[in-house]
């Protein structure tokens, strides 16, 4: 399919292990988006990436997070120590240019326990 | 900080009936209004991305009006259906330069047939 694709789909970790999430993005989109949504809240952003490079991190929690992306495709967001705090919905988005619509994925879906 | 609040939270309805829900913002610091809508299991779609005050914006039964000078947007769907059950986000998009989304913590509706 040419959809933004995300693996795991779940992901079922237990406190203190570390955990991967890969996003692929929509081939030739150079904009790449994580968020994620905790129970009962809104979407959240955690970084943006333009290529390889990641201008905003803002978003990112702690220095537990981090994310890198390759040959301006495939993103990986990386969570150390996890803690039950981290369960969440990931999303990833990808677009041509950073003022257009943004292609969702479908979402890995953390249960730290 | 920028934010984004919807209501109602959620919404049930029967079949045939029309609704709508509102999304309101700062109405400084804006470029772009986002409404998606985002079924379980499913990835988030975009509905409309809109950007000038007094835009409108149609696709089949579901409309959206922005008022970006007071700061808020309205979304209409027209004779619900059980297919329209989903949750309907708003994302603010600022004036800075890197696209991210501002999401408010979105609508849900359920359509009863």
Redesign the interface.
């Known amino acids: 399919g040419a959809?933004?694709s995300q693996s795991p789909s779940n992901k079922v970790t237990e406190k203190g292990k570390d955990v991967e999430l890969r996003c692929d993005p929509i081939s030739g989109h150079t904009?790449l988006?994580w968020?994620r949504q905790r129970l009962g809240?809104?979407?959240?952003?955690l970084i943006?990436f333009q290529g390889n490079s990641a201008?905003?991190k803002s978003?990112l929690p702690s220095d537990r997070f981090s994310a890198e992306r390759t040959g301006e495709s495939v993103s990986t967001l990386t969570i150390q120590r996890t803690q039950q705090e981290d369960s969440a919905v990931y999303?990833c988005a990808s677009?041509v240019?950073?003022?257009?619509?943004?292609?969702?994925?479908?979402?890995t879906r953390l249960t730290v326990l | 900080i920028l934010n984004?609040e919807q209501s109602p939270q959620s919404l049930h309805v029967q079949e045939g009936d029309s609704t709508n829900f509102t999304c309101s913002f700062p109405s400084s610091n804006f470029?772009?209004l986002?409404w998606?809508r985002w079924e379980t299991?499913?990835?988030?779609?975009?509905l409309f991305?809109m950007t000038l005050n007094g835009d409108e914006k149609k696709k089949g039964r579901i409309s959206a009006t922005l008022n970006t000078k007071e700061g808020y947007s309205y979304l209409y769907i027209k004779g619900s259906q059980p297919e329209d059950s989903a949750t309907y986000?708003c994302?603010l998009?600022g004036s800075g330069?890197?696209?991210?989304?501002?999401?408010?913590?979105?609508t849900t509706l359920q359509v009863k047939p």
């Open positions: 959809g933004v904009a988006y968020y809240q809104g979407l959240e952003f943006y201008p905003d978003g999303l677009l240019a950073a003022y257009n619509e943004q292609f969702f994925g479908p979402g | 984004v470029y772009a986002h998606y299991a499913k990835s988030p779609e975009a991305v986000l994302a998009q330069n890197t696209g991210k989304l501002i999401f408010g913590q979105g």
